[in-house]
């Protein structure tokens, strides 16, 4: 029985919710006033509940799917501005005791290279990260308790945090790795970790058990509870994300939303960032074998819909995709993007050799960090290395007040505006400078507050002259 407040997975992801939330689309997507009404709420910019936003995804025609791709842009360019946060992935290990079917960490897979990372490797690892000029990481991790147990993701974080090399810091770091207790959630929040991510992989139970046949993954209610827990712990920002491919996207859409619902509902706020990872060759996978892959198009109208949908919360794209794909979706909703990603384990102090495979995955945006900032400034995004907000507390609800106030352009865009000026002095290539420092120009004028603008013009020839004391 369907109820977004229980606690209970297979309440706030009621399957017969989400069948009867299809048929409902599709019959709504051939009535053109319940589909008029509902584009005419999503302009609204207040989002739209899951059984709205599945008839906004079923429609094919031609003139709404336009309509949507606008709205979807406008809404992004509202709430967002022009900022792009910039983050790298770190494998720590790829140690699994899972047989997830569509991952090459399962447990049966004898000839990928196992890996785990010293606490001397993170450290080679970080400085590496920081000499790009990344600011923000996501740690990644198999499933295995001997190998990496929670007290090691722990004492890894207390390592990242404490490197300072040259001008280098990581500032904020967020997490993906299996679901846990509310105990270990708490320490991770003590850790000063930023989100905890962790993607559903389907939200159909069924397609669930069978993509993960064994190993503690395999528990549905567990897995999909995980965020409630996390919140319990005390972690009030948290990432979901489906791999599509997996299951019929528009059944993992509506879920999507309805968790997100759910959390809204429970913990009066939802989820802080939404990811749409797409299932990719690996070694030992082929994503051919799996039925339910998607276009191209597809994907930019699930990232369009979602953006409607959920309008305070910040859209996630990977290096799983590549430069085209990217840039299409960045006009439609996308906020925080990887760089130069590694999903090997280790591999940015020195690349991986190729006979020792231990990567995640294939990645197709194999550009620098340099070129991804110098791409980004290219196309008219401000690129951001700001990690302030869960640092000053605003976490949380506190974050989508600022959202929902239209605050943000007079406090995050400052500080993606100074991080950048500090990226350009510390690590761009002469060319991203020169596009750099007229982007940073034209922004600063954009900012509306006068005072604001003042102070970040003051601060930004601090920051020339070598002071990088900002708590970004
Ligand atoms: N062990 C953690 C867990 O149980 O959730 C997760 C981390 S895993 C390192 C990160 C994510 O990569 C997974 O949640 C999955 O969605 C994704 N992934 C796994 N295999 C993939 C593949 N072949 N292509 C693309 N993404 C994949």
């Known amino acids: 029985m369907y109820n977004p407040s229980s606690h209970k997975a297979e309440e706030f ?15 709504g997507k051939a009535d053109p006033q319940l589909t008029e009404k509902i584009l005419q709420k999503a302009a609204q910019r207040k989002g739209l509940n899951h059984r709205e936003a599945s008839v906004l995804l079923a429609c094919e025609d031609p003139k709404i799917v336009e309509r949507i791709y606008g709205l979807a842009e406008q ?4 709430f967002y501005g022009n900022r792009i946060v910039i983050f790298a992935p770190l494998y720590l290990s790829n140690y699994c005791v899972n047989g997830c079917l569509y991952c090459p960490y399962h447990i049966k897979n004898k000839h990928i290279a196992r890996k785990k990372l010293t606490q001397e490797d993170i450290k080679r690892e970080v400085i590496a990260l920081q000499d790009m000029g990344h600011k923000r990481l996501a740690l990644e991790t198999g499933e295995d308790p001997i190998n990496n147990p929670i007290e090691y993701v722990l004492e890894s974080i207390r390592t990242i945090y404490s490197i300072k090399h040259r001008n280098g810091a990581i500032r904020r770091v967020n997490v993906n790795i299996a679901a846990t207790t509310v105990e270990n959630y708490r320490r991770l929040k003590d850790a000063g970790i930023g989100t905890n991510i962790l993607f559903q992989e389907t939200y159909n139970k069924e397609s669930y058990e069978i993509l993960h046949p064994t190993g503690p993954k395999h528990d549905y209610a567990y897995h999909t509870e995980a965020m409630d827990r996390a ?64 276009s191209d198009e597809t994907f930019a109208k ?52 190729e006979e020792e495979n231990s990567a995640q995955f294939d990645v197709s945006d194999k550009r620098t960090l340099d070129e ?15 990690t302030a907000c869960y640092r000053e507390g605003r976490t949380g609800d506190r974050f989508m007040s600022l959202c929902k106030n239209r605050q943000i352009l007079n406090c995050c865009h400052p500080n993606a505006i100074m991080t950048l000026k500090e990226y350009l002095q510390d690590y761009a290539s002469e060319d991203t400078k020169v596009l750099g420092e007229r982007m940073i120009a034209e922004e600063l004028n954009k900012i509306p507050n006068p005072k604001v603008r003042d102070i970040t013009a003051q601060r930004l020839q601090l920051i020339a002259r070598g002071e990088r004391d900002f708590r970004f």
Not at 13 to 27: H, S
Not at 247 to 268: C, D, I, Q
Not at 379 to 384: H, T, V
Request: glycine share 10%.
């Open 302 to 353: 699930i990232c369009a819909c979602i953006r409607i949908a959920v309008p305070y919360t910040g859209m996630i794209i990977s290096t799983r995709e590549s430069q085209q794909v990217r840039e299409k979706v960045l006009h439609l909703g996308i906020s925080q993007i990887s760089g130069a990603s590694r999903t090997s384990v280790g591999g940015y102090a020195e690349p991986e050799p």
């Open 231 to 294: 919140m319990e712990g005390g972690i009030d920002d948290v990432g979901l994300g489906v791999l599509f491919g997996l299951e019929g996207y528009r059944y993992e859409f509506a879920a999507l939303l309805m968790h997100a619902e759910h959390l809204e509902t429970v913990f009066g706020v939802g989820p802080h960032t939404i990811s749409v990872p797409r299932l990719k060759r690996a070694d030992d996978i082929n994503p051919d074998a799996f039925q339910n892959g998607i």
């Open 372 to 386: 991804v900032v110098n791409w980004l400034i290219r196309i008219g995004y401000l690129p951001s290395f700001c």
């Open 75 to 78: 809404i992004k360019k509202d």
């Open 13 to 27: 992801i009621d399957n017969q919710e989400i069948l009867e939330t299809l048929a409902y689309a599709d019959r």
